[in-house]
């Protein structure tokens, strides 16, 4: 089997070209980081349009857009400029058709691919040199004829969310840029307990600036009081809780969860992934692996992976091995409807901190 095609390392070759000033005529963007989608934007859209000019020269078209509407913004010469952007978000053209049955139990698909005809494909293929167009989307189907078309005249590039240690250099890189400082463990603890969205974060970067005011430097002091602890950092203190067998705490932070509206479903995904991790760390330690060695392998910042070793140093091998097996008995309990999420949660707490 052929292996999935990535287009995450594109990246680097857009920075290059942003940097060079050598940008295209056509772009496909998607994935889950909003962050770095709409900021490449924004840095292909200042190089090549002025703000003097730019209700002349920059067009955004959202949802349900015609190929017609976006072939004849495309067309459109700039004024007072050398290129064009234009800018569709969310367009749905790169998406899969869906298949229909009709009365007589024959199948249709219906969807952009079959829907839109070939007017935008020609003219994918010669895409004019005046213009930039940029397609910001959420998903994509990589078999549709459009994805291939910019892949062979453009660049498409994937915007995933950042590994954590990628995500520990980029918080040290924008609080620098606000004038503080911060060392890379405490810009590790800003990671782990934020959510994993860039906008997230640089929130919680900004309420911490403010908080740290004329000291201009960020302490781990600042982020226990300041940061909204992500799912994933409860998740980790209520592993903690089960590791040390404190049975009604571990049900406290579950209520807390709770009362935030954290999805059930969504919790116990995390408290499985969570053991699953440790055991990852447990079998490592028990192989003579270091931290550093740790770190490396799980890509995660040093902080974060001592951490980790603390935790599963709290658990045996069979009680990480247990927690992967209730995990799976549990969400089976629930698939067949003999348990709800949260029944399920309590259970796999109490059985584990017992």
Known sequence: MAAKESYENNEKQLWS???????GCLYLFYGPEEYLKRNYTEQIDKALVSEEFALMNRVVLEGKITPSAIIDNCETLPLFSDRRVVIVKNSGLFKGAKKTRGKDG???????????????????????????LIFLETEIDKRIKYVDLVKSNGLIVEFDYKK????????????????????PRTAAMIVEYCEVTMDDILNEIIKLCAYAGDRRRIEESDVEK???????SRVFDLTDAIGAKQTAKALMLLSDMEVLKEPMPKVMYMISRQFRQLVQVKLMLEDGASQAQIATHLKLHPYVAGKLIKQAKSFSREKLEQAISTGLELDLAIKTGRLDNKTAVELMIIGLSA
């Not at 895409?127 to 930039?132: A, E, F």
């Open 17 to 23: 070209s942003i940097k060079n000033k050598d940008i």
């Open 106 to 132: 024959s199948t249709s698909e219906i969807g952009p691919a079959k829907r839109k005809g070939d007017e935008l494909a020609d003219f994918l293929s010669a895409v004019p040199t005046h213009v930039c």
């Open 164 to 183: 954590p240690d990628e995500l520990t250099k980029w918080v040290m890189r924008r609080i620098a840029e606000l004038g503080y400082e911060v060392n």
């Open 226 to 232: 300041v940061c909204i602890k992500s799912v994933k």
